[in-house]
């Protein structure tokens, strides 16, 4: 069965980094797209980055361009995401989600999410 | 970027109740809207893609139609279970934006 599981995530002071993974098991994850998304305490969901299923595009929010990056391992089945200059409004559950290939696709991106992991927290605080 | 909006931002009712939750798209998608389901500490689960289609292992008593710019979402007959917040999500460009929320309580 599809399995995702995060993890790195911990309390961390502002302008520091952090990376995250996800370790991928149960489907030829070479073959997916993989997104993050992250969610605020008490919040709705936040589209956070994707990444296509060979790592040749990647997509982001506005809200985390030019400090969070996205890449994958596709021979360890393990997605990652780089977060750099980090700020008090990151502060979230990050969930790492398959791309289902459903619906309108392009440049190998489809953004319907399948199957999700169970979150790790990331908690930005001096 | 393409903005979603959900109606209510809550609702409160009863088991067997039919219950009914839209989502506006700011922009024409098509029918590449998506929805989840989300229990307090648990991950979302994606219920209908493409605006009506179901997703594999999901009951049928779960909804979707619309397109364009209007949609739905309906449960036919609420159970115990189905107590949760439900988002809709765009799946046309990027960003892939969610909406606010809908959460579901028992009256």
């Known amino acids: 069965q599809v399995q995702l599981v995060e993890s790195g995530g911990g309390v961390v002071q502002p302008g520091r980094s952090l990376r995250l993974s996800c370790a991928a098991s149960?489907?030829?994850?070479?073959?997916?797209?993989m997104h993050w998304v992250r969610q605020a305490p008490g919040k709705g969901l936040e589209w956070v980055a994707v990444?296509?299923?060979?790592?040749?595009?990647?997509y982001y929010a506005d809200s985390v361009k030019g400090r969070f990056t996205i890449s994958r391992d596709n021979s360890k089945n393990t997605l990652y995401l780089q977060m750099n200059s980090l700020r008090a409004e990151d502060t979230a559950v990050y969930y790492c989600?398959?791309?289902?290939?459903?619906?309108?696709?392009?440049?190998?991106?489809?953004?319907?999410?399948?199957?999700w992991g169970q979150g790790t927290l990331v908690t930005v605080s001096s | 970027d393409i903005q979603m909006t959900q109606s209510p931002s809550s609702l409160s009712a009863s088991v067997g109740d039919r219950v009914t939750i839209t989502c506006r798209a700011s922009?024409?998608?098509?029918?590449?809207l998506n929805w989840y389901q989300q229990k307090p500490g648990k991950a979302p689960k994606l219920l209908i893609y493409?605006?009506?289609s179901l997703q594999s292992g999901v009951p049928s008593r779960f909804s979707g139609s619309g397109s364009g710019t209007d949609f739905t979402l309906t449960i036919s007959s609420l159970q115990p279970e189905d107590f949760a917040t439900y988002y809709c999500?765009?799946?046309?460009?990027?960003?892939?934006?969610f909406g606010q929320g809908t959460r579901l309580e028992i009256k």
């Open positions: 989600a398959r791309d289902a290939r459903l619906g309108y696709c392009t440049n190998g991106v489809c953004y319907t999410l399948d199957y």
């Open positions: 149960g489907f030829t994850f070479s073959s997916y797209a």
């Open positions: 990444i296509s299923y060979d790592g040749s595009n990647k």
């Open positions: 922009q024409s998608i098509s029918s590449y």
């Open positions: 493409a605006a009506s």
């Open positions: 999500q765009q799946s046309y460009s990027t960003p892939p934006l």
